[in-house]
């Protein structure tokens, strides 16, 4: 079992950065592959960024946040990072962490992850 917990969620201005945590406990020797997603009031929830569980796996991110969302590992931490610059209203959603031990590379659906926490909220006033 892994276990989730993000932090750094809150409110920000439209243009500001916020920096989001996910820390993981419990098997997760060996690494793992990881994302966030999100999800606005009345919408599906969607992919935002994920890396693979090997170096050579890279990283993949939702054509609306790319070039301002940045997803990195810390590895003495045993956290991934989401740091998101030139925030908009439309990135205001609940932001939630997934991790899944088994694949290598990054998984575009939520149901290629089998850990996720328990989310937090972000919001940009405009």
């Known amino acids: 079992q892994v276990q989730l917990v993000e932090s750094g969620g809150g409110l920000v201005q439209a243009g500001g950065s916020l920096r989001l945590s996910c820390a993981a406990s419990?098997?997760?020797?060996?690494?793992?592959?990881a994302a966030w997603f999100r999800q606005a009031p009345g919408k599906e929830r969607e992919l935002v960024a994920a890396v693979g569980k090997s170096s050579w796996s890279g990283t993949n991110y939702a054509g609306s946040v790319k070039g301002r969302f940045t997803i990195s590992r810390d590895n003495a931490k045993n956290t991934v990072n989401l740091q998101m610059n030139s925030l908009k209203p439309e990135d205001t959603a609940v932001y939630y962490c997934?991790?899944?031990?088994?694949?290598?590379?990054?998984?575009?659906?939520?149901?290629?992850?089998?850990?996720w926490g328990q989310g937090t909220q972000v919001t940009v006033s405009s």
């Open positions: 997934a991790a899944d031990t088994t694949m290598t590379t990054w998984g575009r659906s939520e149901s290629d992850y089998a850990y």
């Open positions: 419990g098997r997760t020797a060996g690494s793992y592959a």
